[in-house]
C-alpha cells in the first residue's frame, strides 16, 4: 500500500475533470483497506470508485482512497439460479459482459452503465426497466469509525428510486466492499417493455431474443444517445427524473398534454427530466468546453477543459431555467463534489 501525493484525478472521473488529490492511495483487498482507515497524519478520507457518477468542483485536500479490489466468485448455485460474489472494484460493464459469456441472466438490461460494481448499489443503478434491487441479494462494507466489516440485506439497503441507506443515513460511514447477486441460468425473464428495446430488435429483425439480443439492444440505443466518456466527459444522466405527486402531475399535463410520463404508483408519475430540459431550450448547447449533449439533453458533456465549477453552475442554469417554465423541479443524480 503506497500513499502518492498531488496525483491527478483527470483519468479517476469520467468527466474528465483536470483536479488534484491531496494523498492517494489505491486499495487492492480488504486489509489494504483496513490499514489505510487506521493511518494517522491525513486529511479526511475521501472514497473514489469508478468515478462515474460525480462532478469535481475543486482539488481535493483528501486522502483519496481509489477502491480497486478485483474478483467474482460463486456464493451457491442450482439448476435455475446462482449467486455470485463481485468485488467493489470489478468495472460494472465487464461484469456484464461477465454474466452473458456465462448465460447468466438478470443484467442484460443493465449494459454499458459507466462505473463499478461497487458503487452500483449506492445509486440503485437502473435502465430500461430494471434496477440493481432485481438481483441484489446482499453487500458487505466496511464501516470506516471500526473497521468491522458489514452484511447488508437488501432491505437493510433500503433501496428506492437512485436511492440507498448508502446515499442517506449511511452516507461517509461505510465503504462497500464486495456486492452479491442472484442470477438466473435458464428460464430467463426477459425485460423489453420500454419501447425502445423492443424497437432496436424489430428493427434488427429479431423476435425471440436471448438476453445477448437484449443487452446487444440496449447498448446500440445508449451508444446512440449517449457518448462515449473515453471521448467526451461525461457522467451519463446528470439529472434524475422528477417524480411527481397527483396534485402537481395533474397541473403540469393540463399544460401540457403532449409530455411523456410514466405511472409510478396510483399517486406518483414520472416526468422524464431530459424532455423538460430540451423544452427549454438546451439540448445541444455551449458555453464554453461545458455543454448539454446534442442528442440527449440529460447529459452534460466537458468538451475537453471544462472545470467541475463551470459544469455546475451550467446545471444550476438548467434547474433554475426548468423551474421557471415548468414549475417542477429536478435534482443532481451525480454527486457534488465541493
Known sequence: MIIQENISLKKYNTFGIEAKAKYFCEIKS????RAALTLDGYPDLFILGGGSNMLITQDLNYLVLYINIKGITTVWEDEDHICIAVNAGENWHGLVLWTLKHNYGGLENLSLIPGNSGTAPIQNIGAYGVELKDTFVSCKAIEIATQKLHQFSKDDCKFGYRESFFKNEGKGKYIIT????????????????????????????????????ISNAVVAIRQSKLPNPEELGNSGSFFKNPVLN????????????????????????????????????????????????????LVLVNYGNATGTEIMVMAEHIMATV????????????????
Open 30 to 33: 480488504v486489509s489494504d483497506l
Open 246 to 297: 397527483t396534485k402537481d402531475f395533474q397541473s403540469f399535463i393540463s399544460n401540457h398534454p403532449e409530455a411523456p410520463f410514466y405511472k409510478v404508483s396510483e399517486t406518483e408519475f414520472k416526468v422524464p427530466a431530459g424532455w423538460l430540459i430540451e423544452k427549454s431550450g438546451f439540448k445541444g448547447k455551449r458555453y464554453g468546453d461545458a455543454g448539454i449533449h446534442k442528442n440527449q439533453a
Open 178 to 213: 464486495s456486492i452479491q447477486l442472484k442470477l438466473t441460468k435458464r428460464n430467463h425473464r426477459k425485460h423489453m417493455d420500454y419501447g425502445a428495446i423492443a424497437s432496436e430488435l424489430d428493427k434488427q429483425g429479431i423476435i425471440d431474443p436471448s438476453i445477448q439480443d
Open 323 to 338: 423551474y421557471k417554465n415548468f414549475k417542477i423541479v429536478i435534482n443532481p443524480e451525480v454527486n457534488i463534489i465541493k
